[in-house]
């Protein structure tokens, strides 16, 4: 396996984790903001990006260097999408764990492209769009303490691949120099005693051991004696199948692998090695074939360093992500890790911790609003079942406002010409009156006149009284003359008679004078009883016509207040009818919180909270590991 190889391997891995991720951030972006956005655009984007870079440069550096920039574009495309929720914080993480997984492709431009990309980032977004970067608002300060974690891990990056490069060369080169010095002159020794000097000095920094081509252990030093527990009698002679496990060892691919260190290729991975009692080691290792002047593998040289603690971090870490996956958050580490990461133990512990308060926390807060929205929807239905028994009522109300106001308007119809019939009888009234008033004047005429007839009558009776004596005296003159005055005693006598019958018709008249004068009277007296009364009906009829006006005017104000009382009753009907829609509408969203609610005390049941508050241990399986590489 060459530099080259790991290259390529690495970064198929990671191309295949950048698509993966990808559809973490649509589904988180649908999930959290409800529909995609800002984030899931530069997520599709950059593997839009990638692919195209596949296409076209898939044997170039490019590729690497767009891994790394499309790998740190999808996390900050996660975080966009995470924008206000907790997690935001805890995804800071894979900045560090992308950088970390970059280093495999063993190109520091990777690792400083990948940390310029991450500074910019949090420079440019967490200053001015802080709410992008950082949950609860970012700072200065939040900004340079994520500038020194990742300016530490670069260095730390970079120092690791350049030394082994350097190694990886050096090795290279010195058994290279050892093959073409091996058979000159002794002048070359010295050089083979140098090399063999670099050897050691290697050799105190890491685990070596020695191989013959059939694989039996030749020598080991003392870092590897101590990684696997061994003492150097125990394995010199044995083969290195030793070392791994028996299902591997007898695998072909085991069997390609001593193929290819026979053959003098160069293999360098981790590896998963057994050591004394079963123990698991793991190690970042090289093995290197040895060739004599002939070019002919004489021996296999293993360079390897105890990379245990740093698998045995990613591993429980990755067992602790899987449990909370699956939703099972009873996973605290507590078996504390290498310094170096041991950091990463306790912010994953207290992440979890804080998980597990929140969704306990919206447990609570789901039973309360599930409850509120029974009740809700409870009340809205009474108060539903309340509004249409209202606003039966107001029309019943309305349909009997609208039939008294007919009435009301018949009534001041009626009214009014009740108030015309009374002007008119007022006005006839006033019209016999002055009749009345003129006969009372004839008939104070006629009196008058019968006054001056009795006058007359009265003088007419002394003039028949008077006639009656000259008629008297006439006879006796005429008896006095004796036959001469006989004929004069006859006219004498005819006008005494004449002259009685005068009175006796004077008396007469002046008797039905008087009694005309007194039926005259009587008449002028009760002519003069009909004007008072008519007066009376006149004054009557008059304070009627102002009552009928009063009626008719209070029924036509009447009939306009009833009007806009019916008007109010209709637009009372509306706004109960819109109350009522109002109200199906209330209940129909209580029945949707409420199916909301259960819905999410589904999803919440799905979370094994372990029964304590903030969380419980994780107990990580000893025998949960890696899948093995080929060695």
Known sequence: MTLDNIRRNATIALCAFIAILAGCVLATDLLLQGAFGLGSGLAVAGLLGLGATWFLARHGDALRLMVVSVLVAEIVALLIVARNHPWQTDIHMMFFAALAVSALMYDVRVILLGAGLVALHHIGLGLFLDTFVFYGGGSLQRVMLHAVILILETVALVWMIEQTRKLLASAVEKGEEARQEAGRSADLLEVARDAQSQIEAISRSQAVIAFSTDGEVLTANDLFLSALGYELGEIVGRHHSLFVEPSHARSAAYADFWKKLRAGEFVAEEFLRIGKAGREVWIQASYNPILDKDGKVVKIVKFATDISGRVRAVREIGAGLGRISTGDLACEIREPFIPALDKLREDFNHSVKTLCSTLQAVGGNVVTVDAAASEISHTAADLSKRTEQQAASIEETAAALEQITAVVSTTAKRASEAGRLVAESRQSAEQSETVVRRAITTMGEIEQSSREIGSITEMMDEIAFQTNLLALNAGVEAARAGEAGKGFAVVAQEVREL???????????????????????????????????????????????????????????????????????????????????????????????????EHLKQLLSGFQLGGRPTGAQCQIPATGRLPPRAA
């Open 499 to 597: 002259a009685q019958r005068s009175a006796t018709a004077a008396k007469e008249i002046k008797t039905l004078i008087a009694r005309s004068e007194q039926q005259v009277k009587s008449g002028v007296a009760l002519v003069g009883e009909t004007g008072t009364a008519l007066q009376a009906i006149v004054g009557n009829v008059q304070e009627i016509s102002q009552h009928v006006t009063a009626i008719a005017e209070a029924a036509r104000e009447q009939a306009v207040g009833l009007h806009e009382v019916n008007n109010a009753v209709s637009i009372i009907d509306q706004g109960t009818q819109q109350n009522a829609a109002i109200v199906e509408q209330s209940s129909a969203a209580s029945r949707s919180l409420a199916t909301e609610a």
